[in-house]
């Protein structure tokens, strides 16, 4: 386990974020556009890790609903899951990295 996955917490590792998603959790790539525009896991919208907890509620008000997020290496998408639930999103979970989650779902990508 890496440096960042140690200290952001590295992913999904008890989470089957691919169930979370096939029933229904908001799927968000917490990377920047420029890297989202250039490949992205199906059905993920884009929310930057840093303005994630200023502008999730245009995608959900519902702070029931599972959310999965995921980045590059899992560090910004777990900086975005703390803001998330700091937010009071408590169903918020780490997706882990990019390449992680697609193999976990068969690797869906669009972009």
């Not at 609903?65 to 169903?91: E, F, H, P």
């Not at 779902?105 to 669009?110: A, D, E, I, K, T």
């Amino acid at each position: 386990m890496g440096f960042l996955s140690k200290l952001f917490g590295g992913g999904a590792n008890n989470v089957d974020a691919g169930k979370l998603i096939k029933d229904g959790a908001l799927l968000i790539d917490a990377r920047s556009p420029q890297e989202f525009s250039g490949g992205h896991i199906e059905g993920a919208v884009n929310i930057p890790h840093n303005v994630i907890a200023r502008i999730i509620h245009t995608k959900t008000s519902d702070k029931k609903r599972a959310i999965v997020v995921y980045c590059q290496s899992g560090g910004r998408s777990a900086m975005a899951v703390t803001a998330l639930k700091r937010a009071g999103y408590a169903l918020a979970e780490n997706g882990g990295t990019i390449d992680a989650l697609r193999r976990q779902l068969g690797n869906p990508s669009h972009g």
